[in-house]
C-alpha cells in the first residue's frame, strides 16, 4: 500500500498574530520593527525541517467581511484593529513565502478556516496526511483519522500536536463535537455568543449525556437542570446561529493547486538578501550552507614538485596579481613559522603549497620552505604584481622573518572594508564574505579545537579575498577612498609592521622595583583603609566596599545599581569631600590597576628572542581612524601621574639611539579651522596663540593674559566638545556646571 505523503496546511494570520504578541519587538538597526517576520519565518523553517512535508499550503484572511458578518453584524466586531506595526510586516511576510516557493492562498468572503478545511477535505481523498497549523482552537473540529492540529503552546516554539486521541482525552468528546461545544458555550476570541451563564463545563455535561447539539435541542424537556432548560428553550436561534457561525465550511468556491504546493528548493539567494537586509543573523546561518554549496567543489591544485612549482611561477608572471593566505603556526606574528601558503590566481586557479605535511596525505612531498620562498620572492618583492591578502600587516611580519618583502602595491581587504564602514565591530574574513559575498563561511576550525586553519579553509579563504578585492575596490571608487587607501592607509600597514617588528626595549629590573615598591604601598593603604573602616574586607570587592561606605559609614548613596550601590570612580570622587577613607580607595585602585595593567605584566610580554614588547598596532578597530595597540596596550599608560611617568621611563633606547616623542600641534583643531573657515580661529593659530586660552577669552569675555588654567582647562573641554559631539549633558559633567549654563 502506497504510503499516505504529508501536506502542511498553515493559518498565515493565526501564526501572524501568535508571533508578534509573543515575541518582543524586535526591531533592525535602521528601527524597522520585524518581530512577526522573524517568527513566522523560524515557524516555516522549523516546519520544513522537521516535519518534512510533501506539500505545503498557505491560507489568509482578507480584510474583506465573511458571510458570518453578514450574518451576524457583530461577529468579531469587539476585535480591535490589526496594528501598523503588523500590517507593515505582511508584505515582507509574503515576500518570503514566495521565496520558499509555497503557494498563498485566500478568498473574499471566507475565512482562512475555511480555505483550510475545505483543502484538508481533499487531501483526505488525495490520501494525504494532513497537518493544520495555526493558533486557533476552532480547526480542532477538522481533525479526523489523516488530520490533525497544530497548535503554540508558549511562545513560538513550543507547540503541540492534537489528533483525536488526544481531543477525546481533553474533552471527552469525538472532534466534531467540537463545534456543538461552541454553539453553546460560545467563542469570546470571535463574538460568538452561545447561550449565556453556560461555559465549557457545562456544554460537555450535555454533550456527554445527550450526545449531539441536535439531541439536546430535540430532548431539551428531559434536561434536568431548570436554569439549563430555560436557557436553552429562550436561546434556540441564538444556538443554531452560533453553530453556523463557529462551523468551518468544507466547499469554499476555490482554485488551488497541489502540484504548485510541492515542496520545492527555496530562492536561497533570493532569501540570503533579504535575511540579511532584516539582520535575521540566525536565519542566515540557516540557509549558508545550501549558499555555500559551491565550497563543496572547491579544488586547488598542490604544488609538492619542482616543476609543479615552476608552472605556478609562470601563471604568476602571466597573470600580475594574486591573493595569498598562509597557514601559521601562531597568532602571535613574531613568533609564527609559515606551515603552507595558499594563492589564487583567478575565481577557481587555487593553488597550495605544502611546507608541513599538516592533514595531507601520507605520501605527499613538501618543497622546503627555502626553495619555495626562493622561487616566490621575487613576485612578493616585484612592484608591478598586486599582492592581495586579509590582515596584510600580519602577513609582511611572518615574510620579514624569512627576508621575504612586499613591495609595490598591495591591497588589503581588511583596511579597505575598514574605509568603506569604520563603525563595523570586526572585519574578520568571515563577517566580510558574509558582508559583500551573500556568503557565510563555517566557524575557523581554529575557534573548533583545531591548533591551526586546515588547507581547505586556507585556499577557500584565498579565494574569496581574490573575489572581496574587485567589490570592495569598486565601492572605494564610488565614495573616492581610492587615494586615501593608497596613498595613506597601504604605506602604513608597512610601517606598522616595522614597529611591530621592531618593538620597544623595557628596562625590566625597573619594573621589578617598581613593583616591589608599589606592593609596600599597596599594603600600607590596604592597613589604613581597614583601619578607618574599623573591620577588615576586600577592597577590590565592589559589593563588600559599598556595604562599608554606605552601610557602615552611612555615606551619601550617589547611585544605585541592579547589585546595590555604585562604587565606580565617578561616586568615589563625589565622595572623597565627606570621609578621608575614600581618598585612600582611590589611591589604592590607581595603583591596583597600575600595577596589574603594566608594572607586572609588562615583563611578561618581552619576547625571550629579541627581549622587546611586541605591541600590536591596529588600523581598523576605532571608527575615528585612530591608531589603537594591544598586548599591551601602550596608549593607555598614564602620563599626567607621577607612577604613569615612571612607568613610560621603563621603556628604552638601544644604546647609542635616544626616544624621540612628538607630537601633532591641535592637529583636531586646526582640521575644524580649515574646514569651517572661521576666521577667529584661522587667526590664533597663525598668530601662534595658546588656542585654548584664545577659546576662553572668548567665552568668558577676558584678555587672554588675565585667563586662569581654570578657564583654559573649560575652554580646552568645550573646543573639543564641538569636534566629537558632546552634548549639554556631557558638558556639565566634564565642567561639574548646570545643564542650562552648559
Known sequence: MESRKKLILVDGHGILYRTFYALPQLTTSSGQIVNAVYGFTMILSRLLEEEKPEYMMIVFDTPVPTFRHQEFKEYKAHRKKMPDELINQIPLIKEIINNYNIPIYSKEGYEADD???????????????????????????????????????????????????????????????IVDILALKGDPSDNIPGVPGIGEKTALALIKKFGSLKDILNNVDQISKKSWREKIKKYKDQILMSKRLATIVREVPITYDF????????????????????EFKNLLKKIAP????????????????????????????????????????????????????????????IYYLPLVPLNLMENTKCLSTELVLSQLRPF???????????????????????????RGDNFDIMIAAYLLNPSMEKYNLRILCWEYLKYLKDEDK????????????????????????????????????????????????????????????????????????????????????????????????????????????????????KTGYSTNAEVLNTLAPHHKIVSFILEYRE????????????????????KRIHTSFHQTATSTGRLSSSEPNLQNIPIRTEMGREIRRAFIAEEGFR?????????????????????????????DEDIHAHTAAEIFGLDQNIISQQMRRMAKVINFGIIYGMSSYGLAQNLGIEREEA
Open 259 to 278: 502540484d504548485a504546493a510541492k515542496i520545492k528548493p527555496p530562492n536561497y539567494k533570493e532569501l540570503w538578501g533579504i535575511f540579511k537586509k532584516l
Open 380 to 406: 612578493y618583492e616585484n612592484e608591478r604584481i598586486i599582492k592581495i591578502s586579509h590582515n596584510l600587516k600580519f602577513d609582511f611580519i611572518v615574510l620579514h622573518k624569512y627576508k621575504v618583502g612586499l
Open 446 to 561: 581554529k575557534n573548533q579545537g583545531k591548533k591551526v586553519q586546515s588547507i581547505e579553509d586556507t585556499c577557500e579563504d584565498a579565494r574569496n579575498i581574490l573575489r572581496l578585492k574587485d567589490i570592495l575596490e569598486e565601492k572605494m571608487k564610488e565614495k573616492n577612498l581610492i587615494s586615501l587607501f593608497k596613498e595613506i592607509e597601504m604605506p602604513l600597514v608597512k610601517i606598522l609592521g616595522k614597529m611591530e617588528i621592531n618593538g620597544f626595549k623595557v628596562n625590566v629590573d625597573v619594573l621589578k622595583e617598581m613593583s616591589q615598591k608599589m606592593d609596600f604601598r599597596l599594603k600600607e593603604l590596604k592597613e589604613t583603609i581597614c583601619n578607618l573602616a574599623g573591620t577588615e574586607f576586600n577592597i577590590n570587592s565592589p559589593k563588600q566596599l559599598s556595604v562599608i561606605l554606605f552601610e557602615k559609614l552611612k555615606l551619601p548613596i550617589i547611585k544605585k545599581i
Open 591 to 610: 595603583l591596583d590597576k597600575l600595577k596589574n595593567t603594566y608594572i607586572d605584566k609588562l615583563p611578561l610580554l618581552v619576547n625571550n628572542q629579541t
Open 659 to 687: 626616544l624621540l616623542s612628538a607630537d601633532y600641534s591641535q592637529v583636531e583643531l586646526r582640521i575644524l579651522a580649515h574646514l569651517s573657515g572661521d576666521e577667529s580661529l584661522i587667526n590664533a593659530f597663525k598668530n
Open 290 to 349: 545550501q549558499i555555500n554549496q559551491e565550497k563543496t567543489n572547491l579544488k586547488y591544485n598542490l604544488i609538492d614538485t619542482e616543476e609543479k612549482l615552476t608552472e605556478l611561477t609562470n601563471r604568476i608572471k602571466e597573470n600580475k596579481y594574486f591573493s595569498f593566505c598562509l597557514i601559521n603556526s601562531s597568532d602571535d606574528a613574531i613568533l609564527s613559522n609559515i606551515l603552507g601558503i595558499a594563492l589564487s590566481l583567478k575565481d577557481n586557479e
Open 115 to 177: 480555505i483550510i478545511g475545505t483543502i484538508a477535505k481533499e487531501a483526505e481523498e488525495r490520501n494525504c496526511t494532513t497537518i493544520i497549523v495555526t493558533g486557533d482552537k476552532d480547526a480542532f473540529q477538522l481533525i479526523s483519522p489523516h488530520t490533525r492540529v497544530m497548535t503554540t503552546i508558549k511562545g513560538v516554539t513550543e507547540v503541540k500536536i492534537y489528533d483525536e486521541e488526544s481531543i477525546r482525552k481533553k474533552y471527552g468528546v469525538d472532534p466534531e463535537k
